[in-house]
């Protein structure tokens, strides 16, 4: 298909481009970005008074195949991510069985290779996630694997971290740590504080994450290796992360629009739909992340899709699964938050989900650039909506933003030159 993309302001943070220009895409690939196309093609989209971007890379979403496809399939989920706007997803290793073999590896792949976005599985640190055995590291990268984590839940022993990174930096490859103290955790559902303890929900103090975060940091440091850190959600951890960067500590660091949209107050009506690991926090820790996101300390933005049946959610608070489905509001919520409020440029948010997640995982070859991979956004900024979950593609409709005006609606993605979603 030969797509014209005519009249849209390119922003394209891996050259360094906002400006007004067309985009022809032609044979899968970026065939001309000049001031006038004009240009016979089998389509022409108007982005008059829209914007074009290279399509988002998520770094932290759960697919839920294989296994638990009730909640989420790979083609589900990528649907969902075409429809937010994303043309690269990197999908946690927490599907059952875990993705700690090269052949769990391979079906992910497998699966995905009819997927309106390039999929990258993330392998599991330990076998089973029982943080007691170190995964063969060295033949799941060559099987496919971007990177390490297992997410959902920590590596508790220092020691077994410690051997995870060697490990890791033998075969250069990156560890992604999810950050909790469970003991100290002891079981809470939302963030410890005044709000806790006036609903009479057992409280996660900020400690249980700081703490990791720290340990994590002081390993990296130790051993001269790199280390990333999953959804940063609280004011301490922000702040170790930064006394880190300025020493030189090769650390990098993610945090969900959830974190910088919301904080703990949206927890009082005890609706499960806003359980979520590690808890929304209080108004002071979410404008500490958004300074994160501002200085650099927190170098991307990742939704942390984890898409639930809506029976795991319709629960008690203390018994509900903790996860929103987030990657089709990720962009909407990060924009109403940074951009609309004046706290961003549009160009700096647009990099948090393009150039600088890429950088994190090194992914290569995109940009909108003649030659470079068909893959782009287009957003019109200026349109407001409401969230309506029922109408999500993903299976999972468990988000607490039901409702909720944003702005930043996505016109459509094209994929490999061919459009894999419109509004």
């Known amino acids: ?26 044979d899968g690939v970026i065939a001309r970005v000049e001031q006038e196309i004009n240009e016979g093609a089998d389509r022409v989209i108007d982005a008059e008074g829209k914007y074009v971007f290279p399509s988002f890379t998520d770094i932290h979403v759960h697919l839920r195949e294989p296994g638990q496809e009730y909640k989420e399939d790979i083609a589900s989920g990528c649907a ?30 497998k699966k995905a290779e009819q997927a309106p976005c390039d999929v990258h599985p993330i392998a599991a640190i330990t076998k089973g996630l029982a943080g007691e055995e170190l995964t063969e590291m060295g033949e799941l990268k060559k099987a496919g694997a971007i990177a390490f984590s297992d997410d959902g839940r920590p590596v508790e022993s220092s020691r077994m971290m410690r051997l995870a990174m060697q490990y890791a930096k033998a075969f250069d490859a990156l560890i ?20 806790s303890a006036v609903i ?18 002081m390993l990296a440091e130790l051993l001269d290796t790199f280390v990333h850190i999953a959804h940063v959600s609280c004011a ?11 020493r030189g500590v090769r650390v990098t660091a993610e945090t969900c629009p959830h974190y910088i949209f919301a904080n703990d107050s949206i927890v009082q009506n ?13 108004e002071q820790d979410r404008l500490a992340v958004i300074q994160g996101l501002l200085d650099g300390s927190i170098d991307c933005i990742a ?51 393009t150039s600088a997640p890429d950088s994190v995982v090194h992914l290569q070859g995109k940009g909108i650039r003649e030659g470079a991979p068909a893959k782009l956004t287009v957003a019109d900024c200026g349109r407001e909506s409401v969230i309506d979950a029922a109408s999500f593609v993903s299976k999972g409709k468990n988000t607490p933003f039901d409702g909720v005006k944003v702005y930043a609606g996505i016109v459509c993605t094209v994929y490999n030159g061919q459009i894999v979603y419109e509004a």
């Not at 009479?200 to 940091?217: C, D, F, H, N, S």
């Not at 005890?270 to 209080?282: C, E, F, G, I, Q």
């Open 80 to 109: 969902a991510a075409a429809a937010g706007g994303f043309g690269d997803v990197c999908c946690m290793p927490n599907t059952k069985p875990t993705a700690d073999s090269e052949a769990v590896i391979s079906y992910i792949l």
């Open 236 to 246: 301490q951890s922000v702040e170790c992360i930064r006394q880190a960067k300025k």
């Open 303 to 353: 939704s942390d899709h984890a898409p639930h049946h809506i029976d795991e959610k319709l629960v008690e608070y203390n018994t509900a699964l903790s996860g929103i489905s987030g990657i089709e509001t990720s962009f909407a919520l990060s924009y109403t938050a940074l951009v609309k409020t004046g706290l961003m440029p549009l160009s700096e948010l647009v990099r948090l989900y």
């Open 270 to 282: 005890y609706d499960a739909m806003s359980k979520v690991n590690p808890p929304l926090r209080s």
């Open 1 to 26: 298909m030969k797509i014209l993309i005519k009249g849209g302001t390119v922003i394209c943070p891996y050259n360094n481009i906002e400006q007004k220009l067309d985009v022809l895409v032609q």
């Open 176 to 195: 992604i740590s999810h950050c909790e103290d469970r003991l100290l955790a002891d079981g809470g559902v939302m963030n410890e504080g005044v709000r």
């Open 200 to 217: 009479g929900l057992k409280g996660v103090p900020w400690t249980a994450e700081a703490l990791m975060v720290q340990r994590e940091i």
